[in-house]
């Protein structure tokens, strides 16, 4: 495994997490078996978010963490928060902040999390609030650093203006095939093509610029939620180039197209998805392959891009 320190953050954090959103399918038993694998292949650092399975994801979680003879201070416990798919909002007010994370507390049996990340953007966010509810959280003890997803770097800097603690983690999207965080900077200025559109006003760039870790999610999907495009007959040309990778290596693809997004020197991490013990050995893999720089490119072009 390999392992980041995050700047203002936690040390020596492994730089694949295993996420925790699938969990809600497992029953306790095969939840101890992923959170065990995971941990024998190095990973220390587990997401979260108050959304997976209503609460379901945290619960499994905490009810088949004492089977896997670990304990709390083995692990990094990374829970988000603000999304209300039951009241179809989002929502940063501090109530909201404060009453999540004691209900994730709550579910997870531990007395704190080891980063929080306000999980979208609350458009009607008051970043006083937001503040409040971060101090309190703090002095409380109940969560030791705190960080976002899927956030743009004009909202960062609003919330930068109020919030005391150090924002050290950025969670977003980032694949082979939703590689749009990386697109816009290769096809500046371009009118010729989708790809040059700046979605996320350049967040990664900002994201290195102020040493805030980017954790990209969903790296083996087809948009959000389209299966993988791993043995997809869909990808042909991403999957040759995968294989041979993979073949060279002595990994399997998915170990690749993990490795592809750890070998940008932003020291990302990347969070995977799998429940498949199996698939999480294999993927842990990828902390170990290191690409070149031709491969990068070679992996970009393959799934679908050009160079200008
Ligand atoms: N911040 C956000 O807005 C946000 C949004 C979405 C997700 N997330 C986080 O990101 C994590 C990962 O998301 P994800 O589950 O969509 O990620 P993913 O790792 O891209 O996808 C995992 C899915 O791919 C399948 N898969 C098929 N072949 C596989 C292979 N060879 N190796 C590994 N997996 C394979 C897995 O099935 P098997 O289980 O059968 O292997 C699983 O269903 C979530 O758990 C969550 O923590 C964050």
Request: charged content about 20%; proline content about 4%; hydrophobic content about 40%.
């Amino acid at each position: 495994m390999k392992y980041v320190d995050i700047v203002n953050g936690p040390q020596h954090v492994s730089a694949i997490i295993q996420g925790c959103m699938r969990m809600p399918a497992l029953d306790k038993e095969g939840a101890a078996r992923v959170i065990r694998t995971a941990f024998d292949c190095g990973v220390n650092f587990f997401d979260h978010a108050t959304c997976y399975g209503a609460g379901e994801a945290e619960v499994r979680f905490s009810e088949a963490f004492g089977l896997t003879g670990l304990r709390r201070e083995d692990v990094l416990l990374q829970s988000k928060c603000g999304i209300y798919p039951d009241r179809q909002e989002f929502d940063w007010t501090k109530d909201a902040i404060l009453t999540s994370v004691d209900e994730i507390l709550q579910r997870l049996q531990t007395d704190y999390l080891d980063t929080l990340l306000l999980h979208r953007p609350d458009i009607l966010f008051d970043p006083e609030e937001v503040a409040e509810a971060f101090d309190a959280l703090e002095q409380a003890g109940k969560v030791r650093w705190f960080g976002v997803s899927n956030l743009m770097p004009m909202q960062l800097e609003l919330l930068k203006k109020y919030v005391k603690q150090p924002l050290v983690i950025n969670q977003v999207q980032l694949s082979l095939e939703q590689s749009q965080l990386i697109d816009q900077a290769l096809y500046m200025n371009n009118k010729t093509t989708e790809l040059s559109l700046n979605r996320d006003g350049s967040v990664l760039d900002y994201c290195r610029l102020h040493d805030i870790t980017i954790q990209a999610w969903s790296p083996l999907q087809i948009g959000m939620f389209g299966g993988t495009f791993i043995d997809n007959p869909d990808y042909p040309e991403l999957n040759k180039a995968l294989g041979e990778i993979a073949e060279r290596e002595g990994v399997t693809k998915a170990a690749v197209a993990v490795a592809w997004i750890l070998r940008h020197p932003a020291k990302m991490q990347a969070i995977a998805g799998t429940m498949n013990p199996v698939h999480i050995q294999e993927l842990c893999a990828a902390a170990d392959v290191n690409l070149t720089h031709h491969d990068w490119y070679a992996l970009y072009l393959a799934s679908g891009k050009f160079l200008p």
